[in-house]
């Protein structure tokens, strides 16, 4: 009888516990237990409640709060889980609704708030600031007025509001009120939707190590987000803050002041405490000594399958906190346009330290720069992603050693390629513009393999790259690597449209009138790619890139795999079709024919 409870006691401590569903309505009360009945009103209230393992879920409405997690789960298995509830739209938005405008003359509307309107932060009185940062010699705010959803433009005076064809807004906070006054070009702002930014992030937490989070199917709007500097903690208008784990998946994220993801550090390794290369090799060393900078302690997310737009500097960024992590299937456009100021942290997706990470299936399009791959981008993987009409570059990479690998990729922008790195794989790629190099004498990071820990530091002579099966199409071509003091490897590439091979190339195909005609046309939801392909000579040569066929990079001494650790094998194309092993076809499609096509790239039909 005794070995008979001792047995159920046992069997019943092993179970895993079970998790709870919290429910959130617009119309439920705090007061509420969170049950399908009794739903609780806000989202803070469900996060307070949650425990690893416990599935929130939100029903349809907007939501007007910041997000701060309490906790965060213990395992992939064992993660608090944040979702909209199926086909419900939930709306989470860092503003509020702006009502009792007076007009003035000349069209011009004003409202006047006591500060204590914006309780702990007032995005009126913060300025935009940081390392790397350049205001263009005028003051910016975080915060932001909205006309039915659409930002208006800061002036720096109230005597400009009224220049020009665009609607503008400006502020003045004192001692006790902030006074914003806005030009809403006819429109009557006590009758539209009005909105202003008053909280810095929508989701995001306060104290790092939050681990195991889920976000999904949201639509999150307008924050007052801050420079989010590599040597600064990195808050967006949802971020990860220095912890393991997260999945931010199916979402809807737009209107961020600054950046729309982050992926970030600390801010106990330094805050906007360095703009230089030796300050950020410092940062570095601080979040690996007192930090906690590690694959057991940070990284690992996955960020998935969202449409990101509409934010001041980048769609997607992170300092050391992206390693081993997934960015795939993100539609990422309208990033950093028509802004009043600058700096170097701009683009769809900005990354440092994208250790064993994989950038792939995204959708990148109309933004200052495509993906930008700053330090540290070893083991690295860029495969299979879309990027066109990129006012800069579609891909820089800046002092990184490698390996990386750059693969499937249809880059269309008149710049494709900027070459501040070595240690580079370039297979199966379609080119259309210009490729540039720039050797760097900054001596940056290289680390062991799969591992943060540091091996060395060095500088960017230029050159180690490989490139294999590739299709150029615009701008000159390799020709600009014949000066590179380290090797180039050029083979089975095809050049066409007057771009040229480097010297030492092998197995080349030159056809420099062929005229590929590219188009891309993107309408319903849909982007077609218009390209003529000309025959390949019966003798060209190509095979399947492998490992063994990379060999090791340089500096860091290591071989050219897979973001996952598993042996590199180019065998399947942009489509996940399988290719010809005996001879793969150049570019991004495996035998897609010759002539006027037509190729849907985006959904991808897989």
Not at 22 to 29: A, F, I, N, R, T
Not at 92 to 106: F, P, V
Not at 446 to 465: C, F, M, R, T, W
Not at 495 to 524: M, Q, R, W, Y
Request: include cysteine; aromatic fraction near 8%.
């Amino acid at each position: 009888m005794r070995i008979s409870i001792l047995v159920v006691l046992i069997s019943l401590c092993s179970q895993p516990s079970v998790a709870n569903e919290y429910h959130v309505s617009v119309k439920g009360s705090d007061d509420g237990n969170g049950s399908a009945t009794s739903p609780l009103k806000t989202i803070s209230a469900a996060a307070k409640v949650a425990m690893p393992g416990d599935v929130i879920t939100v029903h349809e409405g907007t939501y007007r709060e910041r997000v701060n997690p309490p906790r965060g789960g213990t395992s992939d298995t064992e993660r608090i889980t944040y979702r909209a509830a199926r086909g419900e739209t939930v709306v989470l938005k860092g503003s509020e609704i702006i009502k009792g405008w007076q007009k003035e003359k000349n069209g011009v509307w004003k409202i006047t708030l006591p500060n204590s309107f914006f309780k702990q932060y007032n995005p009126y009185k913060d300025v935009i600031k940081g390392d790397w940062f350049r205001d263009k010699g005028r003051v910016h705010h975080t915060g932001e007025v909205y006309l039915d959803g659409a930002a208006l433009y800061e002036v720096v005076s109230l005597d400009k509001i009224s220049e020009g064809n665009r609607k503008n807004w400006y502020c003045q906070s004192d001692d006790k009120n902030t006074h914003i006054w806005a030009n809403f070009e006819g429109a009557d702002p006590n009758k539209a939707l009005v909105e202003i930014n008053v909280r810095p992030t929508c989701f995001y937490s306060d104290t790092p190590g939050r681990d195991y989070i889920t976000v999904s199917g949201f639509t999150m709007r307008h924050a007052a987000t801050q420079w989010a500097a590599p040597t600064a903690e990195q808050i967006a208008l949802i971020g990860t803050h220095w912890s393991k784990g997260w999945i931010i998946e199916n979402n809807i994220i737009s209107d961020s002041k600054c950046v729309g993801v982050t992926l970030g550090k600390d801010r106990a390794s330094g805050h906007n405490m360095a703009e230089s290369a030796d300050g950020y090799n410092v940062v570095v060393k601080r979040a690996l000594e007192s930090s906690g900078w590690s694959k057991e302690n940070i990284g690992s997310h996955k960020v998935r399958n969202n449409t990101i737009y509409e934010c001041g500097a980048a769609g997607i960024c992170g300092s050391l906190g992206a390693v081993f992590s997934e960015i795939t299937g993100n539609h990422i456009y309208n990033i950093h346009l028509n802004k009043p100021y600058t700096g170097a942290e701009m683009a769809g997706i900005k990354l440092h330290a994208a250790i064993d990470t994989l950038i792939r299936n995204n959708y990148i399009h109309h933004t200052c720069r495509g993906i930008w791959l700053d330090w540290m981008a070893q083991g690295t993987q860029v495969s299979q992603n879309l990027l066109h009409d990129n006012g800069s570059e579609d891909l820089f990479v800046e002092v990184n050693h490698g390996p990386f690998v750059v693969d499937n990729n249809i880059f269309l922008s008149p710049k494709t390629l900027l070459d501040c790195s070595q240690g580079g794989a370039f297979l199966h790629n379609l080119f259309t513009g210009y490729i540039t190099r720039h050797p760097q004498d900054r001596h940056t990071p290289y680390h062991k393999e799969h591992s943060v820990q540091i091996a060395g530091l060095h500088d960017i002579p230029g050159g180690d790259n490989r490139f294999y099966n590739n299709i150029f199409a615009g701008g000159k071509g390799l020709q600009i690597y014949d000066d590179a003091k380290l090797p180039i490897f050029d083979v089975g590439n095809v050049f066409l449209n007057g771009t040229a091979p480097c010297k030492n190339a092998k197995d080349s195909v030159v056809l420099s009138k062929f005229n590929p005609d590219i188009k891309v046309v993107a309408e319903k939801g849909t982007v077609d790619l218009h390209i003529s392909l000309p025959p390949m000579p019966a003798d060209a040569k190509t095979r399947i890139v492998t490992t063994k066929l990379l060999g090791k990079a340089k500096i860091p001494g290591l071989a050219y795999i897979s973001f996952d650790g598993a042996p590199l094998a180019i065998n399947t194309d942009y489509f996940g079709k399988p290719r010809n092993p005996e001879q793969p076809s150049p570019g991004p499609f495996e035998n897609l024919g010759k002539g006027k096509l037509n190729i849907q790239v985006w959904p991808v039909k897989r």
